[in-house]
C-alpha cells in the first residue's frame, strides 16, 4: 500500500474519533448557552427580611418574574422583594431575591414564574452566534474526514 494512502486513513480515523469524541459534550449544550428559558409555579420559601436567597429556578439571570402567594391568593407586590444577580453558591452568576425588611410574606412560601437565562448563557448576541458555528464547522470537519473523495477534492483546492 502506498504510504500517502495509510497516512490519510491514519489522519482521518484520529480526526474522526476525536470529532466524535468531542461532539457529545458539545452539541447538547448549545441550547442552554443560546435560548431563554420558562419557569412556571415554581415553589419556594421567601427569606426572612433583609436576608437573600438563590432563585435556582430562575438561572442565572431572572429577565421577567412574578411571584405570587401560594395559596392563590394574588400577586405579591414588587416592593415586597428585590431580585438582584450576583456570584452564587456554586461560583455561576445567579439570581437572588431578597425579602424587603416588614414584607408580610418574609418565610412564607410562594410561586415564581419567570423567564430566565440558564447558567452557563451566553449574553453577547455574537457569541451566541459563534457557539452555533462551532458545532456546525465541527460537523463538517468530521464529514469531511469521513468520506475520502470530499477530502481529496478540499486537499486538491488547497494546492
Known amino acids: 500500500m502506498d504510504d500517502k494512502l495509510i497516512a490519510g486513513i491514519i489522519i482521518a480515523t484520529v480526526g474522526i474519533l476525536v470529532g466524535l469524541a468531542f461532539w457529545p459534550t458539545i452539541s447538547p449544550n448549545i441550547g442552554a ?10 415553589t419556594m420559601t421567601l427569606p426572612a427580611a433583609g436576608v437573600y ?13 412574578t411571584v405570587q402567594n401560594a395559596t392563590g391568593a394574588g400577586g405579591v407586590s414588587t416592593n415586597n422583594y428585590t431580585i438582584t444577580q450576583a456570584t452564587g453558591a456554586d461560583g455561576y452568576l445567579a439570581a437572588k431575591i431578597t425579602t424587603t425588611p416588614g414584607s ?9 414564574s419567570c423567564n430566565y ?3 452557563g448563557y451566553v449574553t453577547d448576541g455574537a457569541g451566541r452566534s459563534m457557539v452555533s458555528l462551532i458545532a456546525i464547522a465541527m460537523a ?3 464529514i469531511v ?3 475520502p473523495n470530499l477530502r ?3 486537499l486538491d483546492l488547497f494546492g
Open 33 to 42: 448557552m443560546t435560548k431563554t428559558f420558562d419557569s412556571v409555579n415554581a
Open 53 to 65: 436567597s438563590e432563585l435556582t429556578m430562575c438561572g442565572q439571570k431572572a429577565l421577567t418574574n
Open 104 to 112: 408580610p410574606f418574609a418565610g412564607r412560601s410562594v410561586n415564581v
Open 117 to 119: 437565562e440558564p447558567k
Open 140 to 142: 463538517l470537519l468530521i
Open 145 to 147: 474526514a469521513a468520506v
Open 152 to 154: 481529496n477534492g478540499i
